[in-house]
């Protein structure tokens, strides 16, 4: 990964990456079916040990089952690490601080689509994880409503702009380059879920950044955008999805 490509990311975070983390603190399980689908396709089980790259503020881990092992790393200081035990703030984000096969499994969750080449974090994520071991890669896919609405309602509204770098057929072609074995890839729709429309208009905002629009806006984005539903036994769910792959490391 080139210079330019580490500090978009970080320099991305470093001005927004408070504010994403005060949102889902606010919001601890809004994001629930995200994360529990992706832990799902990495088959993980108490008592392995997950990579999980980038940590954010390291929301992976209270969904992991009992008895695992995480080890994050997020290299943005806006995030609390200190409070989830990521690596060190300001650590740049490759290399990655794990010794050779430290990890049973390894995950990445919606963070990769600000990188414009993966492969060298691709190719990380090989060796530290174990022979045989999957690498769970979930990101928002190109061409669907998730990707529109972030480059063009959350880019024209928040602090940084949206440019995503979203997962394709060529995604596949580059996992493939640095060494893994694809299994498997899908659309994977789900709900982030809420009490009501006015949490989730607030933790939209904060997630995103958004400063430039008010949240009668923010919320027929949502309702126009991604769509809401209103759900059984009562609540609302925004409708997102992403690409989910499920890589595995050659045993030899």
């Known amino acids: 990964m080139n210079a330019d490509q580490t500090l978009s990311y970080e320099a991305l975070f470093g001005q927004r990456g408070s504010s994403y983390d005060r949102a889902m603190l606010a919001f601890p399980d809004a994001r629930e079916q995200e994360f529990?689908?992706?832990?799902?396709?990495?088959?993980?089980?108490?008592?392995?040990?997950?990579?999980?790259?980038p940590a954010g503020g390291g929301y992976l881990r209270q969904y992991l089952p009992e008895g695992c092992d995480w080890?994050?790393?997020?290299?943005?200081?806006?995030?609390?690490?200190?409070?989830?035990?990521?690596?060190?703030a300001g650590r740049?984000?490759?290399?990655?601080?794990?010794?050779?096969?430290a990890a049973d499994a390894a995950i990445s969750l919606a963070g990769v689509h600000h990188l414009a080449d993966k492969r060298p974090l691709f190719r990380e994520m090989l060796r530290v994880t174990r022979?045989?071991?999957?690498?769970?890669?979930?990101?928002?896919?190109?061409?669907?409503?998730?990707a529109r609405f972030?480059?063009?309602?959350?880019?024209?509204t928040n602090s940084t702009g949206h440019e995503g770098i979203f997962l394709d057929d060529h995604t596949l072609e580059e996992l493939s380059e640095a060494g893994w074995n694809v299994l498997s890839h899908r659309l994977v729709r789900f709900h982030w879920v809420f009490a009501d429309m006015p949490a989730m208009v607030a933790f939209c905002r904060g997630l995103f950044d958004i400063c430039k629009a008010d949240d009668a806006a923010?919320?027929?984005?949502?309702?126009?955008?991604?769509?809401?539903?209103?759900?059984?036994?009562g609540g609302v769910g925004l409708r997102w999805s992403l690409m989910t792959i499920i890589a595995q490391r050659p045993d030899a």
Do not use: Y
Not at 76 to 83: I, L, S, V, Y
Not at 131 to 141: C, E, K, N, Q
Not at 218 to 225: E, P, R, Y
């Open 131 to 146: 022979p045989g071991g999957r690498f769970v890669l979930s990101d928002v896919a190109a061409d669907t409503p998730t």
């Open 36 to 53: 529990a689908q992706a832990i799902a396709a990495a088959w993980i089980e108490a008592g392995m040990v997950v990579a999980d790259v």
């Open 150 to 156: 972030l480059d063009g309602f959350v880019g024209d």
């Open 71 to 88: 080890i994050g790393h997020e290299p943005c200081a806006d995030f609390t690490n200190h409070r989830t035990g990521a690596s060190i």
């Open 218 to 233: 923010i919320s027929d984005a949502l309702v126009a955008g991604p769509g809401v539903d209103g759900l059984k036994g």
């Open 92 to 101: 740049p984000l490759l290399p990655l601080p794990f010794p050779d096969q």
